[in-house]
């Protein structure tokens, strides 16, 4: 017995930097019987890549579930308990109808309606007199380019008289040569 301890001991100093081997028996302190360690299987990248994704894909849909509906939850959330009324989404004050209010709006809406008929009355003579003034503009410009066309015509049509060409001269006779 004292060989088995003394092995388990040696053994036991190797693994405690390490993990024991896979079927190895441990021995707990203070129990007379040993058990056998269950087989472990390698650690797969998969998975543990597979965990982290629905982690983190839960958390989105968490966060946009909270922008999309947190005032209803908080609303829930401070209706389920007092102490939490805090969480509430703060609503503003509902103004009750007042009838001489409503029949003043009323009339300031008409008001508004009869001014704006008068502008609206306003702009249209404002346009007519742009389209007056426009037709004017264009029926003076049209007098003036037919003017200027018919004066360039008649000068063209109009032969200018020809300057009268001195005669040709007769040249002089060249100079005698000197033998």
């Known amino acids: 017995m004292s060989y088995a301890l003394s092995s388990l001991q040696s053994k036991s100093a190797q693994w405690a930097d390490e993990e024991p081997p896979v079927g190895a028996t441990v021995r707990r302190r203070g129990a007379n019987a040993e058990w056998p360690l269950p087989p472990r299987e390698p650690v797969q990248v998969g998975r543990v890549l597979a965990r982290f994704l629905m982690t983190f894909c839960v958390g989105v849909a968490a966060t946009l579930a909270w922008q999309s509906y947190g005032d209803a939850a908080r609303e829930m959330i401070a209706r389920s308990s007092p102490r939490l009324a805090w969480l509430a989404p703060a609503t503003a004050p509902v103004a009750q109808a007042d009838p001489a209010a409503l029949s003043s709006d009323q009339e300031e809406l008409k008001a508004i309606s009869f001014s704006l008929a008068g502008v609206r009355q306003r702009v249209d ?55």
């Open 125 to 179: 003579q404002i346009a007519a007199q742009l389209a007056a003034g426009q037709e004017q503009m264009t029926g003076d410009i049209t007098t003036k380019l037919n003017a200027a066309e018919q004066d360039i015509l008649d000068k063209i049509s109009v032969p200018q008289p020809q300057p009268t060409v001195a005669p040709a001269r007769k040249p002089a006779p060249p100079p005698p040569l000197a033998r």
